[in-house]
């Protein structure tokens, strides 16, 4: 028993590693490992990250669903409530234009050399998130449980097939990317 | 194979490419790329070290689990994959204070290294606060239509754009 958990969880975390790199990889050929491409973004002069981002979720969303169909996967839905999910995204935003990058990428802009990164901004995610860890019991029943929706997804709010919500989903995002492309963006 | 060497792929190519990643995320792993949780294990695993086990006992970390897992292996993934791309296009470099950052309010080490904890310290406490990041609820909660993902990552974006606007038109 003992031997098979240790190899389970060795190939977890072997998977874990081959996807990281995969997606580091990725996110270093696209440029979003780096601060000016970031910050460009913000500043709405250079759509790079945004075209990354609705090109992964387009891709994404139709496998998933697809893979879902078949029943050869489950959906892994956070639970959310507007004090936590517009308060919480509007205080990430402000630190995403202040660091100028998000966990993920600056785990990128790690691997890319930049010591920005690596001396102030790591840290600072690591004292952040700290930070928060200390003041949850506070916040747990108060804002952040403030107009919960809990495990909501378009179609169970709509109340119809998953196709119904990522085909015009799709057909959006394709068009929104088509249009940035025609205004040179 | 030229093209591994080139220093910029179409973000198309990048998108399309994660977005399969994802597929494999889910179908082998059963989870969806996301980044930010590793970092509060990170936090709380590095005040057990100072202050003892005792801290396993604070509510967060209760719901979270102070163990590196999946998610901490898939982050040190980021950076060995970043760092052999930047090596085989010869991106890579050790550098203080990028360029855009250089230009606008100088090419000082500390000043951007202050800035940059700031804004670590924001980013890492809102993103526990809205429970993901730019991966977590941006790629993968918006793909798997979650409309926590998708109020998170407009706020993501609304915010970021005020913020920025703030320092490179208003401060600079």
């Given at each position: 028993?003992?031997?098979?958990?240790?190899?389970?969880?060795v190939?977890?975390?072997?998977?874990g590693?081959?996807?990281?790199i995969?997606?580091g990889?990725?996110l270093?050929?696209?440029?979003?490992?780096k601060?000016d491409v970031?910050?460009?973004?913000?500043?709405?002069?250079?759509?790079?990250?945004?075209?990354?981002?609705l090109?992964?979720v387009?891709?994404?969303?139709?496998?998933?669903?697809?893979?879902?169909a078949?029943?050869?996967?489950e959906?892994?839905?956070k639970?959310?409530?507007?004090?936590?999910?517009?308060v919480?995204g509007?205080?990430?935003?402000?630190?995403?234009a202040?660091?100028?990058?998000c966990?993920?990428?600056?785990a990128?802009?790690?691997?890319?050399?930049?010591?920005?990164?690596?001396?102030?901004?790591l840290?600072g995610?690591?004292?952040?998130?700290?930070?928060?860890?200390?003041?949850y019991?506070k916040?747990k029943?108060?804002?952040?449980?403030?107009?919960?929706?809990?495990?909501l997804?378009?179609?169970?709010l709509?109340?119809?097939?998953?196709?119904?919500?990522?085909?015009?989903?799709?057909?959006?995002?394709?068009?929104?990317?088509?249009?940035?492309?025609?205004?040179?963006l | 194979?030229?093209y591994?060497?080139?220093?910029?792929?179409?973000?198309?190519?990048?998108?399309?490419g994660?977005?399969?990643?994802?597929?494999f995320t889910?179908?082998?792993?059963k989870?969806?790329?996301a980044c930010?949780t590793?970092?509060a294990?990170a936090?709380?695993?590095a005040e057990?070290?100072?202050?003892?086990?005792q801290v396993e006992q604070r509510?967060?970390?209760?719901?979270?689990?102070?163990?590196?897992?999946?998610?901490?292996m898939?982050?040190?993934?980021?950076?060995?994959?970043a760092?052999?791309s930047?090596?085989?296009?010869?991106?890579?470099?050790?550098?203080?204070?990028?360029?855009l950052?250089?230009?606008?309010f100088g090419s000082?080490?500390l000043?951007?290294?202050?800035?940059?904890?700031?804004?670590?310290?924001?980013?890492g406490f809102?993103?526990?606060?809205?429970?993901?990041?730019?991966?977590?609820h941006?790629?993968?909660?918006?793909?798997?239509?979650?409309?926590s993902?998708?109020?998170?990552?407009?706020?993501?974006?609304?915010?970021?754009v005020l913020?920025?606007q703030?320092?490179f038109?208003v401060?600079?």
């Amino acid at each position: 028993m003992m031997t098979k958990k240790t190899q389970t969880s060795v190939s977890t975390l072997g998977t874990g590693l081959l996807f990281g790199i995969v997606f580091g990889f990725l996110l270093q050929k696209g440029g979003a490992t780096k601060y000016d491409v970031i910050i460009a973004q913000l500043l709405l002069s250079d759509f790079t990250v945004l075209k990354i981002m609705l090109s992964a979720v387009v891709t994404g969303m139709i496998g998933i669903h697809a893979l879902k169909a078949m029943g050869w996967i489950e959906l892994s839905i956070k639970s959310g409530s507007l004090g936590k999910n517009i308060v919480g995204g509007l205080i990430f935003g402000v630190g995403f234009a202040v660091l100028g990058y998000c966990p993920g990428t600056i785990a990128g802009a790690v691997g890319n050399g930049y010591l920005d990164a690596i001396v102030g901004g790591l840290v600072g995610i690591v004292i952040g998130s700290g930070l928060f860890a200390a003041l949850y019991p506070k916040l747990k029943s108060g804002i952040l449980a403030k107009g919960d929706f809990g495990e909501l997804t378009f179609p169970k709010l709509f109340k119809v097939n998953d196709w119904l919500v990522v085909i015009p989903a799709v057909a959006v995002i394709v068009l929104l990317l088509v249009w940035l492309e025609s205004k040179g963006l | 194979m030229d093209y591994f060497t080139e220093v910029r792929w179409s973000p198309y190519v990048v998108g399309i490419g994660i977005g399969v990643l994802s597929w494999f995320t889910f179908y082998f792993s059963k989870k969806p790329i996301a980044c930010s949780t590793t970092f509060a294990r990170a936090s709380g695993i590095a005040e057990r070290l100072l202050r003892g086990p005792q801290v396993e006992q604070r509510p967060y970390y209760q719901k979270i689990k102070l163990s590196w897992g999946w998610q901490g292996m898939l982050v040190t993934g980021i950076v060995l994959g970043a760092l052999f791309s930047a090596l085989l296009s010869g991106d890579f470099r050790w550098q203080w204070v990028p360029d855009l950052w250089a230009t606008t309010f100088g090419s000082s080490p500390l000043l951007r290294i202050l800035v940059a904890l700031l804004g670590g310290i924001i980013l890492g406490f809102g993103a526990r606060w809205s429970d993901g990041c730019t991966s977590g609820h941006g790629i993968s909660g918006t793909l798997q239509l979650a409309v926590s993902s998708w109020v998170s990552v407009v706020c993501f974006f609304v915010g970021g754009v005020l913020a920025a606007q703030i320092i490179f038109r208003v401060i600079a």
